[in-house]
């Protein structure tokens, strides 16, 4: 069976932050046409503030009301509803020195200016500034192997189509079969 077939038109993308959920996401979306719904661009406001609980489950249900996605984020408040609609998952499991630098890279490009990888109201702003959590964030993805992982496996055991790419040479594999077929 060829990885397109594989995935389905509903794809979960999940993994720390810094895993590569995003990317691997968008190059997914490209080879398959379909949309691509960043999980923080529908979470955060402007100035990083979270948007009212009911207005982000109301995003949530609309964007996975579609027939076609690619949804990539962790949130694990909404992760048993959004493996429900799933037809396959993509688990980045990678090791956490590799999300941590990554993070570190990507607040250390955004206090340089870069705009593209801040959630879509965040960029919209006039002036927008990196997230000033970052030691909380990093002590996060620190812990995320210790305390997220184990629910997130768990909530994964039931899934019929789980690929897990725990590398970023797995992840590269990957994404040169998706081209390949």
Same mark, same amino acid.
């Given at each position: 069976?060829?990885?397109?077939?594989? =995935?389905?038109?509903?794809?979960?993308?999940?993994?720390?932050?810094?895993?590569?959920?995003?990317?691997?996401?968008?190059?997914?979306?490209?080879? =398959?046409?379909?949309?691509?719904?960043?999980?923080?661009?529908?979470?955060?406001?402007?100035?990083?503030?979270?948007?009212?609980?009911?207005? /982000?489950?109301?995003? =949530?249900?609309?964007?996975?009301?579609?027939?076609?996605?690619?949804?990539?984020?962790?949130?694990?408040?909404?992760?048993?509803?959004?493996?429900?609609?799933?037809?396959?998952?993509?688990?980045?499991?990678?090791?956490?020195?590799?999300?941590? /630098?990554?993070?570190?890279?990507?607040?250390?490009?955004?206090?340089?200016?870069?705009?593209?990888?801040?959630?879509?109201?965040?960029?919209?702003?006039?002036?927008?500034?990196?997230?000033?959590?970052?030691?909380?964030?990093?002590?996060?993805?620190?812990?995320?192997?210790?305390?997220?992982?184990?629910?997130?496996?768990?909530?994964?055991?039931?899934?019929?189509?789980?690929?897990?790419?725990?590398?970023?040479?797995?992840?590269?594999?990957?994404? /040169?079969? =998706?081209?390949?077929?």
């Amino acid at each position: 069976m060829s990885t397109r077939n594989l =995935l389905g038109d509903r794809i979960l993308v999940v993994g720390s932050p810094g895993a590569g959920k995003t990317s691997l996401s968008r190059q997914i979306a490209k080879e =398959l046409g379909h949309p691509h719904i960043e999980l923080d661009d529908l979470y955060w406001g402007e100035d990083w503030t979270p948007v009212p609980l009911e207005q /982000w489950q109301n995003m =949530l249900r609309s964007a996975l009301a579609g027939e076609r996605w690619i949804v990539d984020g962790h949130y694990g408040d909404s992760l048993a509803l959004r493996l429900q609609l799933a037809d396959s998952v993509v688990y980045l499991d990678l090791p956490t020195h590799i999300c941590l /630098w990554r993070v570190a890279r990507r607040a250390f490009s955004r206090l340089l200016g870069d705009r593209l990888s801040l959630p879509r109201l965040v960029r919209a702003h006039p002036r927008p500034r990196a997230n000033h959590r970052f030691l909380r964030f990093a002590r996060f993805v620190v812990g995320f192997r210790r305390r997220e992982r184990p629910k997130l496996v768990w909530l994964l055991r039931g899934h019929p189509r789980v690929v897990r790419l725990a590398s970023p040479r797995e992840v590269q594999e990957f994404e /040169w079969r =998706l081209r390949s077929c």
